[in-house]
C-alpha cells in the first residue's frame, strides 16, 4: 500500500490556467507539508498543516492556496500558473518534526 | 533559527572507494537529523536518522552517519560505493515544533 501518494504524477498546462494537485497520506500522521523543488534540486517548504490546521506559511505567492479537508489529505490548488512555477512539488507527512518525513513520489508540473 | 549547510553541491567518486558527504547545521535548541537520498525521478527516502542515543547511526545500503555536538556536524559515510548510490542525497532537521529544513543537496555521482 502505497503511503503518502499524490495525483497526478505529471501535469503538464498553460499559462493561466487553475490546477489542483491532490495527496493523501494512510500513516495516521498528524503533520503533512508540500515541498517546491527546482531544476537544481533544492527543496522549498511551502506549507505545514498540523491536524488540518495551518502551521507553517512560508513566503510563497497567495495563489498558491493549501486545503486539508481531513488530516490524511492536504491539497495545493494554484491560480494562474506562471511559468517560474515549473517544478516537482512534493507532499509529505511525518509524526512532527523531530521525525521522519515520508515523501510522495512528486508531481512534475510544466507550465507551457 | 535553525539552518542545514552541505558544503559540496557535487561529489564524484570511483566505484568501491569510500565516499564522506558532509553536513553541518546550527540551531540552539534540541534537534533531530535526518539524511534522505533522491535517486533520479523519485522522491525522498529516508537513509537515516538521529533522534537520540548512540551518536553512531547505522541507515539502510550500508551508510552511516555520526553526530557531532560539537562541531554541529552529521556527516555521511559509506565504506565503498556502488553504481547504484548515484543520487542526490539530502540532510534536513528538525524540532520538536513541527519545523523541518532540509540542506540543498550533494550529487553523487560514482563513476565505474
Known amino acids: 500500500d502505497t503511503a503518502v501518494s499524490q495525483t497526478p504524477k505529471y501535469l503538464v498546462t498553460q499559462m493561466g490556467n487553475d490546477k489542483s494537485i491532490k495527496c493523501e497520506q494512510n500513516?495516521?500522521?498528524?503533520?503533512m507539508y508540500w515541498y517546491k523543488q527546482d531544476s537544481k534540486k533544492f527543496l522549498k517548504i511551502m506549507f505545514s498543516y498540523n491536524n488540518k490546521e495551518l502551521i507553517i506559511n512560508e513566503t510563497v505567492p497567495n495563489r498558491f492556496s493549501p486545503k486539508s479537508p481531513d488530516k490524511a489529505h492536504l491539497n495545493l490548488h494554484i491560480n494562474s500558473l506562471e511559468l517560474g512555477d515549473s517544478a516537482v512539488y512534493f507532499c509529505?507527512?511525518?509524526?512532527?518534526?523531530?521525525?521522519?518525513?515520508?515523501f510522495g513520489d512528486g508531481t512534475r508540473l510544466s507550465i507551457l | 533559527a535553525q539552518s542545514v549547510t552541505q558544503l559540496d553541491s557535487q561529489v564524484p567518486v570511483f566505484e568501491e572507494a569510500p565516499v564522506e558527504l558532509r553536513c553541518n547545521y546550527s540551531s540552539s535548541v534540541s534537534v533531530y537529523l535526518f539524511w534522505y537520498v533522491q535517486y533520479p525521478n523519485q522522491g525522498l527516502q529516508l537513509l537515516l536518522k538521529?533522534?537520540?542515543?548512540?551518536?553512531l547511526v547505522k541507515g539502510i545500503n550500508g551508510f552511516e552517519a555520526e553526530f557531532n555536538k560539537s562541531q554541529t556536524s552529521f556527516h555521511l559515510r559509506k565504506p565503498s560505493v556502488h553504481i547504484s548510490d548515484t543520487a542526490e542525497y539530502f540532510c534536513?532537521?528538525?524540532?520538536?515544533?513541527?519545523?523541518?529544513?532540509f540542506g540543498t543537496g550533494t550529487s553523487l555521482t560514482v563513476i565505474p
Open positions: 509529505a507527512s511525518s509524526r512532527g518534526g523531530n521525525q521522519p518525513q515520508h
Open positions: 538521529y533522534l537520540s542515543g548512540s551518536t
Open positions: 534536513a532537521v528538525g524540532n520538536t515544533g513541527n519545523q523541518f529544513y
Open positions: 500513516l495516521g500522521h498528524d503533520t
